[in-house]
């Protein structure tokens, strides 16, 4: 069974300023999916960044990127010029190809606060 | 756009009674999802469905039952509630045939057994 570690419960950045956010798992497989969603406190699970293990090049979206890592198993998530609407948890999440109900397994999470 | 619909929002429970957690999705997605998020965790798989009359057991599903008459719904069910079921849960949806598609994620119903 596939596991994700987020190895930092907790973080904390100024704003404006850069972060990054750790996730590592543990798979055989070759082919897989990962996703790093972000959950405010208003509980809502938002879908920030996606990476298909078979892309080499990092995914980005606006002032979120990741540093994938296949061989060291590792995805982490940088965010840039952080603003107070990033606070929140982040999880990392892991889905196999092979999985038959396309299931998610998430991390524990990482709670980022951002300082005015 | 609705998406993924979760009733009630909030619920307290007494032991030992039961309820159904109702999930309904307009997105025409063959793929359900029930996920149950206790207090500073990830979110950890109880059921699910790759289509209408299918369902599958997830990481956690001792205490709960499902049903997928429709490719719409997926209640959740909790036939004897005890404390240890006190969670926030969501439910999930998401296009077949991709993995690279995301789970879209309702806003959760909060649940204390008491």
Aim: with cysteine.
């Amino acid at each position: 069974a596939q596991t994700v570690t987020q190895s930092q419960p907790e973080m904390s950045v100024q704003e404006a300023e850069t972060v990054t956010l750790s996730c590592t798992y543990d798979t055989s497989e070759s082919d897989y999916y990962l996703f790093w969603y972000k959950q405010p406190p208003s509980r809502q699970m938002i879908l920030v960044i996606r990476q298909e293990a078979y892309k080499q090049q990092n995914a980005t979206e606006n002032r979120f990127s990741v540093n994938f890592q296949k061989a060291a198993k590792s995805f982490s998530l940088k965010i840039s010029d952080s603003q107070l609407g990033d606070a929140a948890m982040y999880f990392c999440a892991y889905r196999s190809s092979n999985n038959a109900g396309n299931m998610l397994t998430f991390g524990g999470g990482t709670r980022l606060m951002v300082k005015p | 756009n609705a998406g993924v619909t979760q009733t009630p929002k909030f619920r307290i429970l007494k032991i030992g009674q039961s309820m159904t957690l109702q999930c309904t999705q307009d997105m025409n997605h063959n793929y359900m999802y029930w996920y149950r998020q206790d207090p500073g965790m990830g979110l950890k798989l109880i059921y699910y469905s790759v289509g209408a009359g299918i369902t599958d057991k997830g990481e956690v599903p001792n205490g709960y039952n499902v049903s997928r008459s429709t490719t719409e719904d997926f209640p959740l069910r909790l036939e004897l509630a005890a404390p240890s079921q006190t969670s926030v849960y969501f439910c999930a949806s998401s296009y077949s045939m991709s993995g690279s598609q995301p789970q879209h994620f309702g806003d959760g119903t909060r649940l204390s057994i008491l």
